[in-house]
C-alpha cells in the first residue's frame, strides 16, 4: 500500500476548526483515504473515508486534493473528546481490511 | 446493536503459561481482523479471518501464535508459552460479507491489553 505522511502533532482549541493534512503522493487511482482515530485506551474508530471527491458526514469533513496527493480531515469544532491519534490509511480497492497504520497525528484539544 | 466485544479486558499471565483472546463481531459481521499494538508502536495487523477459514496470517509470529474464529461463537487469539515480549493490546475488528475494505469500515473493539509477568 502507498505510504501517508502526517504531522507527528497538532493542538487545538476547543470550539475551534481544526485542519489535520495528510500527503500520500505516491497514491494510486483505485486508493481510498481512509481515516481513523484511536482515543486513549480504546480501540481505532473511523471518522471517514473517500476516494475523489469531498466527503462530509456527522464527525468530520473529508477535503481531498484535486491530484489526490494530498487530503485534509477538517473538525469543525473540536471538542475535549476530540482529542485522539488520527490516522490517515490508504486502502486498495480491490483490498480488504488490512489496514496499514502509521504514527498519525497526536492532537491536543486545550480548554 | 453491539459493537465488537473484546474479552478480557486485561490479562496478566506468566511467562510460560497461555493466553486466550475473545473476540465476538458485531451482529451479521461475518469477518475478524486481530491487530496488535506494542508499547509506544503502532498498530500492526495480524490475521485477517472468516468463518471457519484463515484468509491471511501474514502479521502472525510463525510460532506460539495462532487464530480461529469457528463456525459458532467467538474468535480466539491464542497465545502459547507467553513471553514479556508478548505484552501489548490486542485489537480485534469486525466487517460484514461481501464488503470490500477499500469502500467500507472496520469497526474496532476496545481491545485486550496483555500484561506478562
Known amino acids: 500500500d502507498a505510504k501517508t505522511t502526517q504531522p507527528n502533532s497538532m493542538e487545538s482549541n476547543e470550539e475551534e476548526p481544526v485542519h489535520l493534512p495528510c500527503n500520500h503522493s505516491t497514491i494510486s487511482g483505485t486508493d481510498y483515504i481512509h481515516w481513523y482515530r484511536q482515543l486513549p485506551s480504546q480501540g481505532p474508530e473511523y471518522v471517514i473515508h473517500?476516494?475523489?471527491s469531498n466527503v462530509n458526514n456527522r464527525m468530520a469533513s473529508l477535503a481531498i486534493a484535486e491530484d489526490r496527493k494530498s487530503s485534509t480531515l477538517i473538525l469543525h469544532r473540536a471538542t475535549l473528546r476530540d482529542a485522539a491519534v488520527y490516522y490517515c490509511?490508504?486502502?486498495?480497492?480491490?483490498?480488504?481490511?488490512?489496514?496499514?497504520f502509521g504514527q498519525g497525528t497526536i492532537l491536543t484539544v486545550h480548554p | 446493536n453491539a459493537g465488537v466485544m473484546q474479552n478480557p479486558r486485561h490479562l496478566v499471565r506468566r511467562r510460560g503459561q497461555e493466553a486466550r483472546l475473545r473476540c465476538s463481531p458485531m451482529?451479521?459481521?461475518?469477518?475478524v481482523y486481530w491487530y496488535r499494538q506494542l508499547p509506544e508502536e503502532g498498530l500492526k495487523f495480524m490475521v485477517y479471518?472468516?468463518?471457519?477459514?484463515?484468509?491471511?496470517e501474514s502479521g502472525m509470529p510463525k510460532e506460539r501464535f495462532s487464530a480461529e474464529f469457528p463456525k459458532e461463537g467467538p474468535s480466539i487469539l491464542r497465545i502459547q508459552q507467553v513471553v514479556r515480549g508478548d505484552s501489548a493490546a490486542y485489537f480485534c475488528?469486525?466487517?460484514?460479507?461481501?464488503?470490500?475494505?477499500?469502500?467500507?469500515?472496520?469497526?474496532f473493539g476496545s481491545g485486550t491489553q496483555l500484561s506478562v509477568l
Open positions: 451482529k451479521g459481521h461475518s469477518h
Open positions: 490509511i490508504l486502502i486498495r480497492g480491490t483490498s480488504y481490511g488490512k489496514l496499514t
Open positions: 475488528a469486525s466487517s460484514p460479507p461481501g464488503q470490500g475494505a477499500a469502500n467500507e469500515k472496520l469497526f
Open positions: 473517500g476516494l475523489t
Open positions: 479471518l472468516q468463518k471457519e477459514n484463515i484468509i491471511d
